[in-house]
């Protein structure tokens, strides 16, 4: 079945460092990549996302590029703020007309925490 | 305002208790689902509804049973309530599979 790996945490960076969080999937088809983000104490929010290989999504400085030879879709940032504090989690769904009813699939998240 | 909303916020019961946590979408979104996030943080697909028809049922014991009276609504029954079952449950919508998931802020059940 479909799986998602994410790179153990937690990272705990200094202010305007950069970010990379790895992400590594297994599926069957050609999934859509997605990066969620969790505030303390609040639900998921879609942060960016892809659907295709070799595109990629941006949003709030955070890139990650699906990278369907390298089953990969990193999540960057060039200068992490302290409000980045929070969990990520890169997630795939499988593409319509999959058995899958485009349930997200989720890797075990990150916990990111910057000090000032 | 509110996209996906869920009540209760927070539930504390005792073991062999049931209850039912609430979900509404006001996005007109065609499929909902209901997730659980594990105290390590792990989430996992429970079920999914599509127009009020059940399309995903993960392997949840029976005591889970969800319910959806319209297609802006699916809520969450749980019957004699398990130590196991305290976890935070995310109801989430799309506008169809497999597109972009909207999450709702998540109910805290604690079972003592």
């Known amino acids: 079945g479909d799986s998602v790996t994410q790179m153990e945490g937690p990272v705990t960076l200094s202010e305007e460092a950069f970010l990379t969080i790895n992400c590594t999937y297994t599926?069957?088809?050609?999934?859509?990549l997605f990066w969620y983000v969790q505030y303390p104490g609040e639900g998921l929010q879609l942060l960016l996302k892809?659907?295709?290989?070799?595109d990629k999504g941006s949003n709030k400085g955070f890139e990650a590029t699906y990278r369907k030879e390298t089953t990969s879709f990193h999540l960057e940032k060039g200068s992490v703020q302290v409000s980045d504090s929070a969990v990520y989690f890169c997630a795939l769904s499988e593409p319509a007309g999959g058995t899958s009813y485009g349930k997200l699939t989720f890797g075990q998240g990150t916990i990111l925490t910057v000090h000032p | 305002d509110t996209a996906v909303s869920q009540t209760p916020k927070y539930l504390v019961t005792q073991m062999g208790n049931d209850k039912s946590i609430k979900c509404e979408q006001n996005?007109?979104?065609?499929?909902m689902y209901w997730y659980k996030q594990d105290s390590k943080k792990f989430l996992k697909i429970m079920f999914s509804?599509?127009?009020?028809?059940?399309?995903i049922n993960e392997t949840v014991p029976n005591r889970f049973s969800p319910k959806s009276p319209d297609k802006a609504h699916l809520n969450l029954h749980i019957n004699s309530l398990e130590l196991g079952d305290s976890a935070v449950y995310f109801c989430?919508?799309?506008?169809?599979?497999?597109?972009?998931?909207?999450f709702g802020p998540g109910t805290r059940l604690l079972v003592l």
């Open positions: 892809a659907t295709k290989a070799d």
């Open positions: 509804y599509n127009n009020k028809e059940l399309i």
């Open positions: 996005l007109g979104h065609d499929t």
């Open positions: 989430a919508s799309s506008p169809r599979a497999p597109e972009t998931q909207y």
């Open positions: 599926a069957t088809g050609y999934p859509s």
